[in-house]
């Protein structure tokens, strides 16, 4: 049976009455443009103010780049079919060969950051070291990045590494889809992209048009948005252990005002004990994932205190130890 005409779950069908929500927002040619505007907005007065400035120039290259970004080969129709068929995502990251060309377009972006960044920026070493990598090594680290393997990952580099890797795919994700409108087919695991089989870096409830009011997933690597039902654990799909926590509940500060929801929380799951973060929109129009996932670390540390593991990762910023399941993945990265 095609994977694509599975029955719906009961959230799904009440959910979707009257409408068929969309499933799957796939990135369009502005996402790095406003990743970078919502992190020189989060950075003024915050304490991470030089970490989120240089992801801000680190994006602002990306989207530079991406409209010119040199062609990769496509996945076949025929390619398409059998990902949809057996319900697994068609680029997966893991598998998916790179163009070589890849890494010349990294160190073009690496060379675009480094002349964008003030001559007094403490990031410009950090990228000055990134250029001198060799390209065996480059492979090398991208392989373990992309599989989720830490074991000998150059954390360092690895959030560079990974802005590289983010534009190669969401270019991929956004030429295959303008090739075969209806590429990307439903995939069995919802705690991943549908597009290359990545985390999620957070969720997003979004706002206008027929996605009004609807979780979204956003992929941590190719920037894909998929929907998943709200108050619903992604890691383990369970509902009734499901709870809602933000800065102010976990360090017992004086809540916002009533009825006002925080932009930004944590929602946890007593039954697998993960979390992923959770963004309103309807807070903040502005939200971005990946630039206020960055920007909330202390909630990540505050509730994984509380004895909670992510569920997804940020690319752009990975730290902790190695996992003891399997060889060892980023932290909250996950074995595959």
């Given at each position: 049976?095609?994977?694509?005409?599975?029955?719906?779950?009961?959230?799904?069908?009440?959910?979707?009455?009257?409408?068929?929500?969309?499933?799957?927002?796939?990135?369009?040619a502005?996402?790095?443009?406003?990743?970078?505007?919502?992190?020189?907005?989060?950075?003024?007065?915050?304490?991470?103010?030089?970490?989120?400035?240089?992801?801000?120039v680190?994006?602002?290259?990306?989207?530079?780049?991406?409209?010119?970004?040199?062609?990769?080969?496509?996945?076949?129709?025929?390619?398409?079919?059998?990902?949809?068929?057996?319900g697994?995502?068609?680029?997966?990251?893991?598998?998916?060969?790179?163009?070589?060309?890849?890494?010349?377009?990294?160190?073009?972006?690496?060379?675009?950051?480094?002349?964008?960044?003030?001559?007094?920026?403490?990031?410009?070493?950090?990228?000055?070291?990134?250029?001198?990598?060799d390209?065996a090594?480059?492979?090398?680290?991208a392989?373990?990045?992309?599989?989720?393997?830490?074991?000998?990952?150059?954390?360092?580099?690895?959030?560079?590494?990974?802005?590289?890797?983010q534009?190669?795919?969401?270019?991929?994700?956004?030429?295959?889809?303008?090739?075969?409108?209806?590429?990307?087919?439903?995939?069995?695991?919802?705690?991943?992209?549908?597009?290359?089989?990545?985390?999620?870096?957070?969720?997003?409830?979004?706002?206008?048009?027929?996605?009004?009011?609807?979780?979204?997933?956003?992929?941590?690597?190719?920037?894909?948005?998929?929907?998943?039902?709200?108050?619903?654990?992604?890691?383990?799909?369970?509902?009734?252990?499901?709870?809602?926590?933000?800065?102010?509940?976990?360090?017992?500060?004086?809540?916002?005002?009533?009825?006002?929801?925080?932009?930004?929380?944590?929602?946890?799951?007593?039954?697998?004990?993960?979390?992923?973060?959770?963004?309103?929109?309807?807070?903040?129009?502005?939200?971005?994932?990946?630039?206020?996932?960055?920007?909330?670390l202390?909630?990540?540390?505050?509730?994984?205190?509380?004895?909670?593991?992510?569920?997804?990762?940020?690319?752009l910023?990975?730290?902790?130890?190695?996992?003891?399941?399997?060889?060892?993945?980023?932290?909250?990265?996950?074995?595959?």
């Amino acid at each position: 049976m095609s994977i694509t005409s599975r029955l719906r779950s009961p959230e799904e069908i009440a959910l979707n009455a009257g409408m068929e929500v969309p499933r799957l927002l796939l990135p369009k040619a502005d996402v790095f443009a406003e990743q970078a505007l919502r992190l020189r907005q989060l950075a003024a007065n915050h304490p991470m103010r030089d970490y989120l400035m240089l992801m801000a120039v680190v994006a602002e290259a990306q989207s530079a780049q991406l409209p010119t970004f040199p062609e990769p080969a496509l996945p076949t129709a025929a390619q398409a079919d059998t990902a949809s068929q057996q319900g697994v995502p068609l680029l997966d990251a893991a598998t998916w060969p790179r163009e070589p060309f890849w890494r010349d377009q990294w160190r073009a972006l690496m060379r675009d950051v480094l002349a964008k960044l003030p001559a007094d920026s403490p990031a410009r070493a950090g990228v000055s070291a990134a250029l001198a990598v060799d390209e065996a090594t480059l492979d090398q680290q991208a392989a373990r990045l992309l599989t989720g393997v830490s074991l000998g990952l150059d954390m360092g580099l690895a959030p560079l590494l990974a802005a590289g890797l983010q534009l190669y795919f969401t270019h991929l994700v956004m030429a295959t889809q303008a090739a075969m409108p209806s590429a990307f087919g439903f995939t069995q695991d919802e705690g991943r992209c549908p597009c290359c089989g990545s985390l999620p870096v957070a969720s997003v409830t979004r706002i206008g048009g027929t996605s009004e009011g609807y979780r979204y997933l956003h992929c941590t690597l190719c920037n894909a948005e998929w929907h998943v039902v709200r108050v619903k654990c992604v890691h383990c799909s369970q509902t009734g252990s499901v709870r809602f926590q933000s800065l102010e509940s976990v360090t017992g500060d004086a809540p916002s005002p009533a009825g006002k929801r925080p932009i930004v929380q944590a929602e946890t799951c007593d039954s697998c004990w993960h979390y992923l973060k959770i963004m309103h929109m309807t807070q903040d129009a502005q939200v971005n994932p990946v630039a206020d996932d960055l920007a909330t670390l202390t909630l990540d540390l505050l509730v994984s205190d509380a004895g909670y593991t992510r569920h997804g990762v940020n690319l752009l910023l990975l730290f902790g130890e190695p996992d003891d399941e399997g060889a060892a993945a980023p932290p909250n990265q996950g074995p595959r």
